[in-house]
């Protein structure tokens, strides 16, 4: 089983809404990452949580918060977004410095 | 600074062969990878590489020169279904996996 599940799959809030994304992967995989990407655009690294530790913030602003409950599950928290953060948001999953199991992804537009 | 190069386009005619290659420089090297992405879908492994040489896989290769900063990922056979992109990304140091920009791959029937 090598599958990342993302849900939603779409979603769409207002500027004052929060919301959560949530990400769950069951192959035992140390390593959890945020993406976002723009259309046409490469995956941008915005987290990596390590053993349950967040291990790298990529300057993110402050609006995204993510949180790693256990270690299977990935949440990023979403608060008084922007239209520009309207993305595909990615999450992936690793063991060790391999390859990385992506989910299907949330495509989210913020209004 | 960080950064990874490859053609922005490429296109290709069905049942040929396709090179599309990746130049990079970043903070340590701990393994290169290429993925595959369709339009609206999530990014599909395809190939890691992390010694000098070539690695083979069905109808995909992916070469690495570290000394050169330097891989490609070697399509053979083409099929309409490889129109997509294709990611070359490189883990430095802390588990950061640097994207490059990726190349869209056209094929043509």
Known sequence: DTE?????KHLV???TNKKSLKC?????????????????????LMFVYSYEKLSINESVPSRFSPECPNSSLLNLHLHALQPEDSALYLCA??????????????????? | ?????QPTEMTATEGAIVQINCTYQTSGFNGLFWYQQHAGEAPT?????VLD????KGRFSSFLSRSKGYSYLLLKELQMKDSASYLCAV????????FGKGTRLHILP
């Open chain 1, 4 to 8: 990342v599940t993302q849900t939603p």
């Open chain 1, 13 to 15: 809030m207002g500027m």
């Open chain 1, 24 to 44: 769950e992967q069951h192959m035992g995989h140390r390593a959890m990452y945020w993406y976002k990407q723009k259309a046409k655009k490469p995956p941008e």
């Open chain 1, 93 to 111: 999953s690793s063991q060790g410095p391999n390859i990385q199991y992506f989910g299907a992804g949330t495509r989210l537009s913020v209004l």
């Open chain 2, 1 to 5: 600074g960080q950064n990874i190069d």
């Open chain 2, 45 to 49: 492994f395809l190939s890691y590489n």
């Open chain 2, 53 to 56: 040489g070539l690695e083979e």
């Open chain 2, 91 to 98: 883990r430095g140091r802390d588990d950061k996996i640097i």
